[in-house]
């Protein structure tokens, strides 16, 4: 069995924590390093006898984490209610929910944080002749870009365990289009179009299990119960009077962020803003011999459900 030889697919439940039946259609995006990682509980028994040998243990509970790559681009057409990035719906799982826009000649799909109303996934890893399977999914996810390289959102799924079979490889259709570089990707922190070399946010969700004993597994589903998102980039240092790093850090103060538009192509860029970036820490960095603050920060509500958004257009 070959490792290359991998589709993930996933399907909104319809009834939480019921497994839905996976086609073909619900495959379609590009990941990179899928890993699919089982917990079944073991009980060790500690039971004494006149042996130092143990007893067999019992499975237990049983649960499961799927983890992917995937890279941030659009499908390359007008947005709709059919027509949206293919990562929308592991986007939704973690939390963020969907507005799309479909006034002609300026659709929009836009993904900002949910505290209600977040689905979650039965997802299926085809792994070359085997099918393993996660019910009641719900994730975290992490985005990050490099100067002229690709950006990349990073899942991880945590669910319940339903099963692995033998089973034929799907070969769904994949989003087509190249993914856009970050180039021409107009930054600024508080006004200021600083010069930085990468970013990376952090949605800092965290993931419970639901337990209960009515179930064959131990559990209902994976919920998302708290969320810290956190980041960090790093700007070249600059004087405090061009921008003021270490005062609106001792200060407390906010900053709105924006990055990009990524991508010049319509229907397949994106945008990030965040209105309140706050420092938590400054390291002190360098590239290619040139000073640099390595910007640490967290951040906050305007009105709730606002920390981020990030826009495909």
């Known amino acids: 069995m070959l490792t290359r030889r991998r589709v993930i697919a996933a399907k ?14 619900d495959g ?18 500690e039971a004494v006898v006149d042996s130092l040998s143990k007893l067999q243990p019992v499975p237990g ?13 659009g499908p390359g057409a007008a947005y709709s209610s059919t027509v949206k990035p293919a990562l929308g719906k592991f986007l939704r799982a973690c939390g963020f929910a969907e507005t799309v826009v479909t006034t002609v000649g300026v659709e929009t799909v836009t993904y900002a944080p949910a505290s209600t109303g977040i689905p979650c996934l039965t997802m299926w890893s085809y792994e070359d002749g085997v099918i393993k399977k996660l019910k009641g999914c719900r994730g975290n996810v992490k985005f990050s870009g490099k100067n002229g390289e690709i950006c990349f959102a990073d899942f991880e799924f945590t669910g319940v365990y339903d099963g692995v079979v033998d089973g034929a490889i799907i070969s769904p259709t994949f989003e087509a289009t190249d993914p856009p570089v970050l180039l021409s990707s107009a930054f600024t922190i508080g006004a200021y179009a600083a010069n930085i070399n990468s970013f990376d946010l952090d949605m800092g969700n965290e993931i419970t299990l639901r337990e209960s004993i009515n179930t064959a597994t131990g559990y209902i589903s994976a919920l998302v119960t708290d969320r810290r998102p956190t980041g960090k980039f790093d700007p070249e ?57 390595g910007l640490s920060f967290s951040l906050a509500m305007t009105t709730g459900d606002d920390e981020v958004s990030i826009l495909f257009d």
């Open 28 to 45: 379609g995006i590009l990941v990179i390093n899928p890993a699919i990682d089982f917990d079944f509980g073991m009980n060790e028994r």
């Open 237 to 293: 240092m600059v004087t405090v009077a061009t921008y003021d790093f270490f005062g609106k850090w001792k200060a407390g103060t906010s900053a709105a962020m924006s990055l990009g538009s990524v991508g010049a192509t319509q229907y397949n860029r994106f945008k990030i803003t965040a209105p309140k970036v706050v420092t938590t820490k400054i390291s002190d960095e360098e590239r290619a011999k040139l000073m640099v603050a």
């Open 61 to 73: 509970k049983t649960s499961g984490n799927l983890s992917f790559r995937a890279e941030l681009k």
């Open 12 to 25: 909104i439940e319809g009834t939480e924590g019921t497994a839905e039946t996976i086609t073909v259609t």
